[in-house]
Protein backbone atom coordinates (compact mmCIF):
# COMPACT_ATOMS: atom_id res chain seq x y z
CA UNK A 1 0.00 0.00 0.00
CA UNK A 2 2.81 2.86 0.69
CA UNK A 3 4.25 2.24 -3.11
CA UNK A 4 0.81 2.91 -4.13
CA UNK A 5 0.62 5.99 -2.53
CA UNK A 6 4.05 6.71 -3.47
CA UNK A 7 4.51 6.45 -6.74
CA UNK A 8 0.77 6.39 -8.12
CA UNK A 9 -1.48 8.72 -5.76
CA UNK A 10 1.45 11.36 -4.81
CA UNK A 11 2.58 12.47 -8.09
CA UNK A 12 -0.90 12.50 -9.37
CA UNK A 13 -1.54 14.85 -6.63
CA UNK A 14 1.48 16.53 -7.52
CA UNK A 15 0.72 16.95 -10.95
CA UNK A 16 -2.78 18.42 -9.73
CA UNK A 17 -1.34 20.88 -7.42
CA UNK A 18 1.26 22.19 -9.72
CA UNK A 19 -1.25 22.68 -12.69
CA UNK A 20 -3.55 24.34 -10.47
CA UNK A 21 -0.51 26.71 -9.30
CA UNK A 22 0.22 27.44 -12.75
CA UNK A 23 -3.15 28.41 -13.29
CA UNK A 24 -3.01 30.65 -10.57
CA UNK A 25 0.55 32.44 -10.83
CA UNK A 26 1.68 31.18 -14.29
CA UNK A 27 4.17 28.59 -15.45
CA UNK A 28 7.29 30.37 -15.09
CA UNK A 29 6.62 31.82 -11.68
CA UNK A 30 5.37 28.08 -11.24
CA UNK A 31 8.78 26.86 -12.22
CA UNK A 32 10.45 29.48 -10.32
CA UNK A 33 9.06 29.20 -7.15
CA UNK A 34 9.67 25.52 -7.17
CA UNK A 35 13.74 26.36 -7.77
CA UNK A 36 13.49 28.75 -5.11
CA UNK A 37 11.57 26.04 -2.31
CA UNK A 38 14.35 23.25 -3.51
CA UNK A 39 17.53 26.32 -2.95
CA UNK A 40 15.98 27.16 0.62
CA UNK A 41 15.13 24.11 1.40
CA UNK A 42 18.75 22.53 0.61
CA UNK A 43 20.43 25.64 2.46
CA UNK A 44 18.46 24.63 6.00
CA UNK A 45 18.92 20.84 5.51
CA UNK A 46 22.51 21.47 5.24
CA UNK A 47 22.54 23.71 8.48
CA UNK A 48 20.25 21.43 10.49
CA UNK A 49 22.74 18.89 9.53
CA UNK A 50 25.90 20.44 10.50
CA UNK A 51 23.85 21.02 13.78
CA UNK A 52 22.70 17.82 14.39
CA UNK A 53 26.09 16.25 13.51
CA UNK A 54 27.72 18.32 16.12
CA UNK A 55 24.41 17.45 18.82
CA UNK A 56 25.56 13.87 18.30
CA UNK A 57 29.47 14.11 18.47
CA UNK A 58 28.34 15.80 22.05
CA UNK A 59 26.09 12.69 23.21
CA UNK A 60 29.25 10.62 22.21
CA UNK A 61 31.05 12.18 23.90
CA UNK A 62 29.40 12.63 27.16
CA UNK A 63 29.10 8.34 26.86
CA UNK A 64 25.12 8.40 25.90
CA UNK A 65 23.69 6.79 22.46
CA UNK A 66 22.61 9.82 20.15
CA UNK A 67 19.33 8.55 19.91
CA UNK A 68 17.17 11.62 19.36
CA UNK A 69 20.38 12.72 16.82
CA UNK A 70 19.89 9.91 14.61
CA UNK A 71 16.01 10.60 14.73
CA UNK A 72 16.39 13.71 13.63
CA UNK A 73 19.74 13.03 10.74
CA UNK A 74 16.99 10.72 9.37
CA UNK A 75 14.20 13.18 8.89
CA UNK A 76 16.46 15.35 7.58
CA UNK A 77 17.45 13.07 4.99
CA UNK A 78 13.92 12.47 3.99
CA UNK A 79 13.79 16.23 4.30
CA UNK A 80 16.21 16.65 1.89
CA UNK A 81 14.85 14.17 -0.61
CA UNK A 82 11.00 15.49 -0.57
CA UNK A 83 12.82 19.01 -1.14
CA UNK A 84 14.79 18.19 -3.93
CA UNK A 85 12.11 16.30 -5.66
CA UNK A 86 9.19 18.67 -7.62
CA UNK A 87 6.19 19.36 -6.16
CA UNK A 88 4.54 21.66 -3.75
CA UNK A 89 3.28 18.63 -1.63
CA UNK A 90 6.75 17.14 -1.21
CA UNK A 91 7.94 20.64 -0.40
CA UNK A 92 5.45 20.99 1.78
CA UNK A 93 5.99 18.05 3.72
CA UNK A 94 10.27 18.21 3.49
CA UNK A 95 9.32 21.48 5.17
CA UNK A 96 7.64 20.52 7.97
CA UNK A 97 10.41 17.85 8.85
CA UNK A 98 12.78 20.77 8.94
CA UNK A 99 10.70 21.90 12.20
CA UNK A 100 12.10 20.57 15.51
CA UNK A 101 8.73 20.60 17.65
CA UNK A 102 7.58 18.89 14.44
CA UNK A 103 10.01 16.23 14.52
CA UNK A 104 9.53 15.96 17.93
CA UNK A 105 5.41 15.24 17.19
CA UNK A 106 6.76 12.55 15.18
CA UNK A 107 8.88 11.23 17.36
CA UNK A 108 6.64 11.16 20.30
CA UNK A 109 4.26 9.40 17.75
CA UNK A 110 6.71 6.28 17.47
CA UNK A 111 7.74 6.09 20.79
CA UNK A 112 4.16 5.67 22.07
CA UNK A 113 2.87 3.87 19.03
CA UNK A 114 5.35 1.24 18.54
CA UNK A 115 7.30 -1.12 20.84
CA UNK A 116 10.31 -0.23 19.96
CA UNK A 117 12.18 0.56 22.83
CA UNK A 118 14.67 3.73 22.84
CA UNK A 119 18.00 3.08 24.87
CA UNK A 120 18.72 6.21 26.44
CA UNK A 121 21.18 4.70 29.07
CA UNK A 122 25.10 5.53 29.17
CA UNK A 123 27.48 3.43 26.65
CA UNK A 124 30.99 3.41 26.38
CA UNK A 125 32.69 3.14 23.02
CA UNK A 126 35.49 0.06 22.51
CA UNK A 127 38.48 2.55 21.93
CA UNK A 128 39.67 4.62 24.83
CA UNK A 129 39.85 7.99 24.32
CA UNK A 130 43.31 9.48 22.32
CA UNK A 131 45.83 11.28 24.99
CA UNK A 132 47.62 14.00 22.91
CA UNK A 133 50.70 13.46 25.22
CA UNK A 134 50.79 9.54 24.43
CA UNK A 135 53.08 7.72 22.12
CA UNK A 136 51.88 4.79 20.61
CA UNK A 137 54.61 2.10 19.72
CA UNK A 138 55.07 -1.55 20.26
CA UNK A 139 57.70 -3.27 22.91
CA UNK A 140 58.71 -6.42 23.49
CA UNK A 141 60.07 -7.36 27.01
CA UNK A 142 63.40 -9.04 27.08
CA UNK A 143 64.73 -10.90 30.42
CA UNK A 144 68.49 -10.07 30.76
CA UNK A 145 69.14 -13.56 31.74
CA UNK A 146 67.91 -14.95 28.23
CA UNK A 147 69.19 -12.25 26.07
CA UNK A 148 71.48 -14.34 23.18
CA UNK A 149 74.96 -12.08 23.17
CA UNK A 150 75.27 -12.70 19.29
CA UNK A 151 72.24 -11.51 18.31
CA UNK A 152 71.84 -7.66 16.69
CA UNK A 153 70.60 -5.65 19.13
CA UNK A 154 66.74 -4.35 18.13
Not at 37 to 48: F, N, Y
Request: charged fraction near 15%; proline fraction near 7%.
Amino acid sequence: MPFLIIFIILPLLEIMVFASVGEEIGLMNTLLLALITAIIGGILVKRQGLQTLAAMRQSMDKGQMPVGELFDGFCLVVSGATLITPGFITDTIGFLLLIPPFRAAIKHFFKTHTNMDMPQQNFHSQHTPIDPNAIEGEYERVDEHNVDEDAPPR
